[in-house]
C-alpha cells in the first residue's frame, strides 16, 4: 500500500468512492493481521514522516507498523525508480513502485494519476498497481 492507501480511512467519509476505499483498506489490513503480508519501505516511513497533521500522522504510524517486512532504498530500486518516473510518475510515486516491484505481488493505491500511468505503461512495471477496491474484489472471488 502506498501512502495514500494507508491515509484514505482518514479522508472525509462522505464521498461515497471514498468511503468504499477506506472498508476494503480497512478490510485488507485486517487481514494483514493474520494471514497476508503489509509490506512496508523506508519511502513510507518518510512520505508519512512528512505528513504535516500529527494527528494523521500518528494513525498512518500505527497502520503501517503492522508491516511484517520493510524495504530499503538501495542503488538497483534508486535506478529502477529513475526509470519508472519516465512515463510521467513523481520521484515518490515512482520509489513506492520501484520498491514494491522488489517485494511485492500488488501495490495498492487510491491516487488515480497513479493508476492511469501504470495502466498506460502497465508492460514496462513489473507490478500490478491496483486500486485496493478492485484488487479485494478479484482476491474475494478467486
Same mark, same amino acid.
Given at each position: 500500500?502506498?501512502?495514500? &492507501?494507508?491515509?484514505? *480511512?482518514?479522508?472525509?467519509?462522505?464521498n461515497e468512492?471514498?468511503?468504499?476505499? +477506506?472498508?476494503?483498506?480497512?478490510?485488507?489490513?485486517?487481514? &494483514?493481521?493474520?494471514?497476508?503480508?503489509?509490506?512496508?519501505?523506508?519511502?513510507?516511513?518518510?512520505?508519512?514522516?512528512?505528513?504535516?497533521?500529527?494527528?494523521?500522522?500518528?494513525?498512518?504510524?500505527?497502520?503501517? +507498523?503492522?508491516?511484517?517486512?520493510k524495504v530499503?532504498?538501495n542503488d538497483?530500486?534508486?535506478?529502477?525508480?529513475?526509470?519508472?518516473?519516465?512515463?510521467?510518475?513523481? *520521484?515518490?510515486?515512482? #520509489?513506492?513502485?520501484? &520498491?514494491?516491484?522488489? +517485494?511485492?505481488? !500488488?501495490?495498492?493505491?487510491?491516487?488515480?494519476?497513479? #493508476?492511469?500511468?501504470?495502466?498506460?505503461?502497465?508492460? +514496462?512495471?513489473?507490478?500490478? !498497481?491496483?486500486? *485496493?477496491?478492485?484488487?479485494?474484489?478479484?482476491?474475494?472471488?478467486?
Open positions: 500500500m502506498d501512502v495514500c &492507501c494507508i491515509n484514505r *480511512p482518514f479522508d472525509d467519509q462522505k468512492r471514498i468511503r468504499m476505499e +477506506s472498508e476494503a483498506v480497512l478490510a485488507i489490513l485486517n487481514r &494483514c493481521l493474520f494471514d497476508w503480508t503489509l509490506i512496508g519501505s523506508e519511502v513510507i516511513d518518510y512520505e508519512i514522516s512528512k505528513t504535516p497533521d500529527i494527528e494523521r500522522q500518528r494513525k498512518a504510524e500505527r497502520i503501517i +507498523s503492522i508491516s511484517k517486512e530499503f532504498v538497483v530500486i534508486a535506478a529502477r525508480a529513475l526509470e519508472i518516473e519516465k512515463i510521467g510518475l513523481k *520521484p515518490t510515486d515512482s #520509489l513506492h513502485i520501484s &520498491c514494491a516491484e522488489m +517485494s511485492a505481488e !500488488v501495490m495498492l493505491t487510491t491516487d488515480d494519476e497513479i #493508476l492511469r500511468s501504470a495502466i498506460k505503461k502497465n508492460a +514496462s512495471l513489473k507490478i500490478r !498497481v491496483m486500486n *485496493p477496491v478492485r484488487w479485494l474484489f478479484n482476491v474475494l472471488e478467486n
